[in-house]
């Protein structure tokens, strides 16, 4: 991983006796709590796998697909391995193999509790395996080790403790001898030992949260060990007492995650670490630096990364700016802020807030609204954030300044901005469908809030599930005996008044208005295109056009289900009402070829991302569609890339997974890991991201790549398809698009191809007309 975070593993290891290391676990049986259910490495060997003395090959595919492997997908967020070891033995040491890739979802479980026991009755906490920071946001095969075990028992238990979406192991090792007394020591029952888990979760949650830390720490330190090692020597002999400090911590803390890093008051004291090595070596105890806000961001990067030269945008477009501001002393730092020369109803401020994306990767992310002042952390390179809203500023050159001042310190640092002449449409012609449910608990907690800012964000297509939807009235015949009631539905559109677009999600895979169409039963068709009458009919009086509303039926069809239940349901709807439209993701087993046998399946399709290259789109209207968008993915080479990819491709809407869900936002070790690209501030109200700025400024692209694409085609009908900035303007579009891997991989790529574009839009648009 990190080289000084091996050289702190050394720093501080304990002087160990050398034992003779004997697998006593290996060929014993073991029983799981859970049956194994991840299908790529399930098979009838999971019973033997983790004692049979192989693990991972390296030579094969990743560990999650080997079968040697055990996994586990969701489900049971504690589960239990009980191995019996058939005889009790003095146990020395144990291991536990796995592995993790953040960017595929798969990541280290939380915790590996070990007990031990005599009689599979009693049982006595042995330790922690998962107690080092490891890089998780790559593929990594690692092997987890609690060593220098002063214990002994017949039974082994280790209590995993679900820290993602999956739990992986290969191999599970136990070392020692076999014992010639026998011990009786009471303890907790097996029962007991999952409450014992289910109480220490936080503080493990926190314990590896503080070595995700005390790695970034080494690293910073790491910078400076041959130009100040004195004070490098200093700071690690400081972060070693409270290594011990973080391993003898009994109880968590509560934890206010709203305020980012430092969680935990070790986390404070570590932070303190570094304030005080770098005021040590003289650097100044305010330091403020321009950056690129785009750029992947820690807690002790220093300076700041060159950003665009000058920022520039279309007149009714949104901009960000961004500043890091490290606080190099010991203790805390309050700062007045103030911005001048500008004008301030088109300017916010937020602090952007350290976050933990599950794997304990740390990510800066949230944006926190300021007012009037800010505190920084001691050690910590914080940023403020500008977003500029230049939909009521007139275009021009922009100069201003921001000012902090505290603690003795004043720093002025300079704002400049452009805004064209060249007007931003109202309304952005890109279809964005982010399924923002309403009555998930944040924009239930702030629904004008929740409905302003994806309205400000472009997500003008929304998704009506199917608890909102009226149901049939009808009698045992299947006969209407009265008007349905729209009540919820109306209440539910009236939240979002700016909606472009509804999608009526049925939810026919569970069946539970037992509605769609089947062959063995014609009462369910005739309730249904029953029930499509008086709902279209109910849109349209409510002055919707066709290409304001449509359904989808099943959310990621299978291949059989699009056979079973969505290719029926569109034939119904097509006799009811030939006009009224589809919409449908299309992912998972389909292929190329299964889906061209129903051509007639939708009017808008929307294929997963690894299907976008299929011919079928191209004379069809088709979005893309991803899911996997949970806060370590980057906001340039994740986010703002969907929409680079969806002008390449012909795309005319994106939908992703997803703007919120239930999990909680600030915290990915609450429950299920959150999706969602916002989070709320103490007073409940929806606040933004990176991801979801760096989102909006790539809708900002599509729409300028659309205008210089038609200016191009303006000029040339003009007659001035060979003047060199036409000419040049193609070419750099087309440029662009050959080489959007640089967007994956340079975070400024896509806001200087947003200047350089606005640059040649403006030139064109300077040439007469004739």
Sequence with gaps: MMRYLLLSLLLFATQATVIAKTNVALNKPYTLSHPPNYPYCTDGGDTTD???????????????????????AVGAQFKTIDIDLQTECNLHEVTFQTAADARTQGTFPLAVMVFTSNDATSYQYAGELINEAVDQSTYIVHTYKLTNLDTSGRYVRLLVVRGGFYVFCSEIEVFGTKSTTTNSTAGMTADETIEFAQKRSPLLRQFNSSLTLFGQAFDFLARYDESHPTAVKRSLSQLKILRNLLNQRVESEIVDFRRGIPFTKLDLQICQVIGKFLQTIGSPPLAVSATNPWKHHLPFDLGGSAPVNLLATLQGEWAELCWNVTNATPEPMELDFSITGLPSEAISVQQTIFVEAFGFRTRADALMPLTTSLTLSPGITSQIWLTIDTRNLLPGDYRGELVLKGHGNLIRSPIRFKVSQIP?????????????????????????GTAQNMHEHYMNNHMIVSSYLPHPRVNANGDPIGPMDFTMLDQYMAKLPNAKRWTLFMGFEWDHRKMYPRDDDPKRKKIFQQWLREVIAHLKAKGLSYDNFNFLWVDEPSQERIIEIFAPSTKALREVDPKAQVWIDVTGNN???????????????????????????????????????????????????????????????????TYTDDADPWDDYAGTPSYGVIYDNPNGQVISSKRLEAYRAGIEDYQLCLMVRKAVLAAAQAGHSTHPKVREAEDTLSDYLKHLDQLRTDEAWSEIAHVKLINLLEAISDLPNQ
């Design 50 to 72: 983790l004692t049979d003395g192989v693990g991972y090959d390296p030579k094969g595919t990743t560990l999650w697909t080997q079968k040697g492997t055990v996994g586990w």
């Design 591 to 657: 292929t190329e070829e299964s889906i061209s046998k129903h051509p007639d399946l939708a009017d808008i399709w929307c294929p997963g991302s690894d299907k976008i290259h299929w011919e079928f789109w191209k004379d069809k209207t088709f979005w893309y569609y991803d899911s996997a968008s949970e806060k370590s993915k980057s906001p340039t080479s994740h986010y703002r890339h969907k929409l680079w990819l969806a002008f390449k491709s012909g795309a005319t809407g994106n939908a992703f997974w």
């Design 424 to 448: 931003f449409p109202n309304t952005a012609e890109f279809d964005v469908n982010t399924f923002g449910y309403m009555h998930w608990p944040l924009p239930k907690a702030d629904l004008y």
